[in-house]
């Protein structure tokens, strides 16, 4: 074999080694801080960056992350292009028992925010009767919320991402917004306008929170799982979001 040829099958063996070296996790556009702080291009630090690290260093991989829209998680973890999502839920996945999916590793409660001088009251669904509602683009609430929008006895205004839903209701152009307690947590912590909010008591949505993987890991299934299963029992999951609260 000549040198050149030598080199090319090395080149080779290298890159299919680095592939298989590699966990690739899905972030979404419109996930925001904390699950997604981004510089540029480049998912920096956050929640999904925090845990995928985390799972692919137990694993003895290197992580990396792609930015996927919600509506392509699905056909990208069949195809494997991507090796998992975490906190997620089966309901927000097409044909979610084609998937491997971990244990629960956190439960988060959607609220109502509101602006502070608006004084809004919210302590059932019908209180938000003729309000303009802010809600992420393609979110499942529960079922009483939904079918109060449907019955148009509220209006529901889509946002594509946590910026633009936050900079409405900052502007006073709606009444109110949809959100995680994870995420309004974070931003009463960080915002310089956090003093102009307040959360409702009232709860949207509760849900659990899981980590999914492509089919292509059957056979590292047990072991994925099992890492997982331990970093909840260590209380890791708890932890990276308690530090983002």
């Known amino acids: 074999m000549g040198k050149h040829a030598f080199l090319t099958v090395l080149f080779f063996l290298f890159s299919m080694h680095s592939q298989a070296e590699r966990l690739v996790f899905a972030y979404g556009p419109g996930n925001g801080e904390p699950f997604a702080i981004t510089k540029g291009d480049k998912l920096v630090s956050g929640l999904f960056k925090d845990m995928g690290d985390e799972i692919a260093a137990r694993m003895g991989y290197e992580a990396d992350y792609r930015h996927t829209p919600q509506n392509r998680v699905a056909q990208l973890l069949k195809q494997g292009d991507i090796d998992g999502v975490c906190m997620t839920h089966p309901d927000w996945i097409e044909e979610s028992d084609a998937y491997i999916w971990s244990n629960i590793i956190a439960q988060d409660f959607d609220h109502l925010v509101s602006l502070k001088k608006r004084n809004h009251q919210f302590q059932s669904i019908s209180d938000l009767h003729s309000l303009q509602i802010g809600a ?110």
């Open 136 to 245: 992420m683009t393609g979110y499942i609430y529960s079922d009483e919320f939904m079918e109060y929008i449907k019955s148009r006895k509220a209006k529901r205004r889509d946002f594509n991402n946590l910026d633009a839903l936050y900079s409405s209701l900052m502007a006073d152009r709606i009444d109110a917004i949809i959100d995680s307690r994870i995420s309004v947590d974070y931003r009463l912590k960080t915002l310089t306008t956090n003093e102009d909010i307040s959360i409702s008591p009232l709860t949207v949505y509760q849900y659990d929170l899981y980590c999914a993987f492509s089919p292509k890991w059957l056979k590292m299934k047990s072991k994925l799982l099992s890492i997982i299963d331990q970093m909840i029992k260590e209380n890791r999951f708890s932890e990276i979001i308690k530090a983002y609260r």
